[in-house]
């Protein structure tokens, strides 16, 4: 059971590249997010999923899409990658109920990117 | 706006005292609240929560306090461990699941 991996760990782009940043989790949970982190700033939702083929904006979309076309896995993609995306990024799903909460999320190890 | 603030960056405690790490809010509309632990290297690791209608949880060493009226939580070590070292979030959870998270303190537990 290997929870929620992240491909790949560490990627350095030159501004305008494109890359697509893989979330892969094999606990069939409905629910997937895409964070980044920055220093003091905490982690901010990028896009998430409420399950396969849908997704939704979050706190920070701008630069960013995603897509969702199975249950397991969650794309982030940088179509012209820029200097202020170096960041590290979180991939996390959850189990969630409907009408319930408090349900803790599951993240993996990270991503970190830098955009020269 | 932050909806969620850590307003200490970071904390040193002595191995075996009580740690405490401070987390305010602004948004009303938060039905639960979760702390999480971080090492470097390594994504957060969720710790403990409370629901916003609860004013304290339990797990272990680790208790969460939730003032509703002054918008404010805090985590308690206790006893503080030097494995304890790491950085902790507070996150809101609203509508839809969504967390909304602090800035982090970094705890450093001494020997």
């Known amino acids: 059971n290997a929870g929620v991996t992240q491909t790949p760990k560490f990627r350095v782009l030159k501004t305008g590249q494109s890359m697509t940043l893989l979330c892969a989790q094999d606990m069939n949970h409905e629910y997937m997010y895409w964070y980044r982190q920055d220093p003091g700033m905490g982690l901010r939702l990028i896009h998430y999923?409420?399950?396969?083929?849908?997704?939704a904006k979050g706190e920070v979309p701008d630069g960013y899409n995603v897509s969702r076309l199975k249950k397991q896995n969650f794309l982030l993609g940088l179509e012209s990658a820029a200097p202020s995306q170096t960041s590290v990024y979180f991939c996390a799903s959850s189990l969630s109920v409907e009408g319930t909460g408090g349900y803790e999320q599951f993240f993996g190890p990270g991503t970190r990117l830098t955009v020269l | 706006d932050q909806q969620v603030k850590q307003n200490s960056p970071s904390l040193s405690v002595q191995e075996g005292r009580i740690s405490i790490l401070n987390c305010d809010y602004t948004?009303?509309?938060?039905?639960?609240f979760l702390w999480y632990k971080k090492y470097p290297a390594e994504g957060p690791t969720f710790l403990i929560s409370i629901s916003s209608i609860k004013d304290k949880n339990e797990d272990g060493r680790f208790t969460v306090f939730l003032n509703k009226s002054a918008k404010h939580l805090s985590l308690h070590i206790v006893p503080s461990q030097p494995g304890d070292s790491a950085v902790y979030f507070c996150?809101?959870?609203?509508?839809?699941?969504?967390?909304?998270f602090g800035g982090g303190t970094r705890l450093m537990v001494k020997p």
């Open positions: 996150a809101g959870e609203g509508a839809g699941n969504m967390l909304t």
């Open positions: 948004n009303s509309m938060f039905d639960y």
């Open positions: 999923s409420v399950g396969e083929g849908t997704t």
